[in-house]
């Protein structure tokens, strides 16, 4: 094999992508290069966990995304990852973001892609925990908010669940988005929505995934 500078060598892999019609995701060592007029640049390290932008999911669920955040927002990302799509709703305008994760390795990583991007721990929060099953961080998280947007790029075992609480995070009118839905399952999901409240605004699909956004009834 040729020798190479293995530790760095996966990089070539890893370019600046626009998503959708705002987004631009740009590697960390890409930092520097012109932005695309109109696009609003995202830097992250996509080394450190799940997030990169690349996947169909994470893609679908900015494109949604990218139309509803407006300025002064707060924003719930469950299942944070990497903390693409809290620290990307930070950047379109929303005025404060929460990020939740099981794996606890997250909190670090999203801090470090948050930091990548010039927001500091006076706008963002991560959390790691299991809002299906830790009642405390439930009730923290519901303190915190309520949220016009609450993201969950997870899987459709994990968002169905989800879907009975969403409503105690999100403020009147919010928007639920969720993404990581494999199409076969895509109404499973709706139905468990609607079942719980939601009204589905839109549905995107690409490569076999889906997403949908949802929105929380107004009171009365």
Known sequence: LK??????????????????????????????????????AVYLNPGLTFGTGSHASTQLCLGLLEGRVIPRQKVLDLGCGSGILSV??????????????????????????????????????VRAGDVLS?????????????????LANIV????????????RFLAPGGTFLCSGIIDSRADEVADALEKNGLEIL??????????LAARAGRPG
């Not at 405390?136 to 908010?145: I, N, R, S, Y």
């Not at 459709?156 to 409503?167: E, M, Y």
């Not at 839109?202 to 997403?211: I, K, N």
């Open 3 to 40: 020798d190479e500078d293995w530790a760095y060598g996966w990089q070539k892999y890893y370019q600046p992508m626009a998503v959708g019609e705002r987004m631009y995701i740009v590697p960390e060592w890409e930092r520097g290069k012109p932005v695309p007029q109109g696009r609003t």
């Open 88 to 125: 990307a709703a930070l950047n379109l305008g929303a005025v404060e973001a929460v990020g939740v994760d099981i794996d606890p390795k997250a909190v670090g990583v999203a801090y470090e892609n948050a930091q990548l991007n010039g927001i500091g721990r006076d706008r963002y929060t």
């Open 134 to 150: 830790d009642a405390g961080l439930v009730e923290e998280l519901v303190q915190a908010g309520p949220y016009e947007i609450v």
């Open 156 to 167: 459709s075992d994990v968002i169905i669940p989800l879907s009975a609480q969403v409503h």
């Open 202 to 211: 839109e549905r995107l699909e690409r490569d076999g995934w889906c997403a």
